[in-house]
């Protein structure tokens, strides 16, 4: 594909779950994505991205684990959503779960780490662009109850769930609602 980082930037969109084909993702190729990820700008280089990839029955599992956990936890429990959390997991080839490893002397604001692990993310993301394998960030309301399947070192915490399948047709042009010059004050 080997567009210019202007036009990998201005054509990412989120593919979601039910646009992937059933092609694999290659180690290679994650390990490309993961690669990327570890070259984020991290302040006091603390590198507090932490990654879990998930494939095959590790996937599922974790469907699974978080239909369950909807169900449990729930007050207005709807079979449709209880469905679609374990139809995501299946429709993607590939999930990673986006962690972040707080540094235990706290020597940076939390925010600062957690803005750390988003340019990790959107380092992989713009890699993942490239090799034509869609990407989604979902924040899931049960993030809070990974610490049930993940095994977490002290001080680490799940921010999302990065979805990944490849996909065959063309994305839509992205648009923004105003131009960057609306956005900016020139001093």
């Known amino acids: 594909m080997k567009n210019t980082l202007q036009e990998l930037i201005a054509s990412r969109r989120s593919v979601f779950p039910a646009q992937y084909n059933n092609e694999p993702i290659t180690k290679a190729e994650i390990n490309a994505m993961l690669e990327a990820a570890n070259w984020a700008p991290t ?3 603390t590198e507090p991205w932490r990654f879990k990839v998930l494939q095959g029955e590790s996937k599922s599992s974790l469907g699974s684990f978080l239909a369950n956990k909807y169900k449990e936890t729930t ?24 962690c972040m490893q707080r540094d235990p002397k706290e020597s940076v604001p939390e925010w600062e780490e957690v803005a750390a692990v988003s340019m990790a993310v959107q380092n992989m993301w713009l890699v993942a662009h490239d090799l034509k ?12 109850e990974m610490h049930d399947f993940f095994d977490f070192n002290e001080g680490e915490q799940c921010l999302g769930f990065l979805y990944m399948g490849k996909y065959d047709d063309d994305l839509e042009p992205g648009i923004r609602n105003s131009s960057i010059e609306d956005k900016v004050v020139w001093l």
């Open 133 to 144: 394998i869609g990407a989604y960030w979902s924040s899931p309301a049960m993030i809070k």
């Open 43 to 45: 302040h006091r280089r």
């Open 75 to 98: 007050e207005k429990f709807s079979e449709m959503k209880f469905n679609k959390i374990s139809q995501k997991m299946e429709q993607s080839t590939v999930l990673i779960a986006i």
